[in-house]
């Protein structure tokens, strides 16, 4: 079985990319490493690249990278995915700072990338805008959630939470939810999540969407599933962004969260949630939905 270990970025197509551009340097507080051949790369700390903006005329999420784990090399991903019956491309110095990787398209159409090294040439975290920590997950909208489920548990991807049938999060490290996964009539992101250090961070994020003219569509509250506090907003080409803190550490070996204070149940194990005992357990509404 192929295993990952972490999102690392994620490719938007975009109809304005110095928009997007002043957007994730001057309000996300992310560097600028890199731009060629029309892209733009930005970086959360130390990576090259977490977000790759590209010109299109669908704007929109094109794909996402994932690393693989050191004992499985990029060859050894082409090899399985063969042996899965995906069709994967071994491509070399086709993204800056990563030697290789292999491109297969999921069951919904978004090209994933699987590559084992990424040069760390950013200088480090910036002092100026949101600076998150990472980026934190990914949600889709697909087909169908059970599938995609049940698809990316061939990469060492496991289901946590389930929102009724519709929601899925599966994580492949210790974060509660690294992909999530919808059930829509439309392919598309849902949002992309970045994670913060602490709720005064959120507050003075979302001050700093404000000078910036950025409203905060949804939150802040905090989730059932998850349990972490996130806020919404949208970013110049109508991508949902979630930032976010306090999220559910997962330990694997006990099929449990590291417990917390406000934890419905001791320990707290995945479950199946209603829509609205999960979207907020603070009780509070919101004008827009998030599903």
């Given at each position: 079985?192929?295993?990952?270990?972490?999102?690392?970025?994620?490719h938007?197509?975009?109809?304005?990319?110095?928009?997007?551009?002043?957007y994730?340097t001057?309000?996300?507080?992310?560097?600028?490493?890199?731009?060629a051949?029309g892209?733009?790369?930005l970086?959360?700390?130390?990576?090259?690249?977490?977000?790759?903006?590209?010109?299109s005329?669908?704007?929109?999420?094109?794909g996402?990278?994932?690393?693989?784990?050191?004992?499985i090399?990029?060859?050894?991903?082409?090899t399985?995915?063969?042996?899965?019956?995906?069709?994967?491309?071994?491509?070399?110095d086709s993204?800056?700072?990563?030697?290789?990787?292999v491109?297969?398209?999921?069951?919904?159409?978004?090209?994933v990338?699987l590559?084992?090294?990424?040069?760390?040439?950013?200088?480090?975290?910036r002092?100026?805008?949101?600076?998150?920590?990472?980026?934190?997950?990914l949600?889709?909208?697909?087909?169908?959630?059970?599938?995609?489920?049940?698809?990316?548990?061939q990469?060492?991807?496991?289901?946590?939470?389930?929102i009724?049938?519709?929601?899925?999060?599966?994580t492949?490290?210790?974060d509660h939810?690294?992909l999530?996964?919808?059930?829509?009539d439309?392919?598309?992101?849902?949002?992309?999540?970045?994670?913060?250090?602490?709720?005064s961070?959120l507050?003075?994020s979302?001050?700093?969407?404000?000078?910036?003219q950025?409203?905060?569509i949804w939150?802040?509250?905090r989730?059932?599933?998850?349990?972490?506090?996130?806020?919404?907003?949208?970013?110049?080409e109508?991508?949902?962004?979630e930032?976010f803190?306090?999220?559910?550490?997962?330990i694997?070996?006990?099929?449990?969260?590291e417990?917390?204070p406000?934890?419905?149940?001791?320990?707290?194990?995945?479950r199946v949630?209603g829509t609205?005992?999960?979207?907020?357990?603070?009780?509070?509404?919101?004008?827009?939905?998030?599903v």
């Amino acid at each position: 079985m192929l295993r990952v270990f972490r999102l690392a970025y994620v490719h938007f197509g975009c109809s304005d990319v110095s928009a997007m551009v002043h957007y994730y340097t001057e309000v996300m507080g992310l560097t600028l490493t890199e731009e060629a051949e029309g892209r733009a790369y930005l970086s959360t700390s130390f990576d090259h690249h977490n977000v790759v903006l590209s010109p299109s005329s669908a704007p929109g999420l094109k794909g996402f990278g994932l690393q693989l784990v050191p004992e499985i090399s990029v060859r050894d991903a082409l090899t399985a995915l063969r042996n899965m019956g995906i069709t994967g491309e071994m491509k070399a110095d086709s993204l800056p700072a990563i030697p290789e990787i292999v491109r297969f398209t999921d069951l919904d159409g978004f090209e994933v990338d699987l590559f084992s090294q990424m040069e760390a040439t950013a200088p480090g975290f910036r002092q100026q805008g949101i600076v998150p920590n990472k980026v934190g997950h990914l949600s889709l909208r697909v087909q169908d959630a059970k599938r995609s489920v049940e698809y990316y548990k061939q990469f060492g991807f496991v289901n946590t939470d389930w929102i009724e049938s519709f929601f899925g999060f599966m994580t492949c490290n210790r974060d509660h939810h690294v992909l999530n996964f919808c059930t829509s009539d439309r392919k598309g992101m849902h949002h992309l999540a970045f994670e913060l250090r602490d709720y005064s961070h959120l507050v003075r994020s979302m001050d700093s969407l404000s000078k910036h003219q950025i409203p905060v569509i949804w939150g802040p509250s905090r989730h059932g599933a998850g349990h972490n506090i996130a806020t919404y907003h949208r970013d110049p080409e109508g991508n949902m962004i979630e930032l976010f803190t306090d999220a559910d550490v997962f330990i694997p070996e006990l099929n449990m969260f590291e417990p917390r204070p406000w934890h419905e149940t001791i320990p707290q194990r995945p479950r199946v949630w209603g829509t609205d005992e999960c979207i907020t357990r603070w009780g509070t509404g919101f004008e827009e939905a998030l599903v």
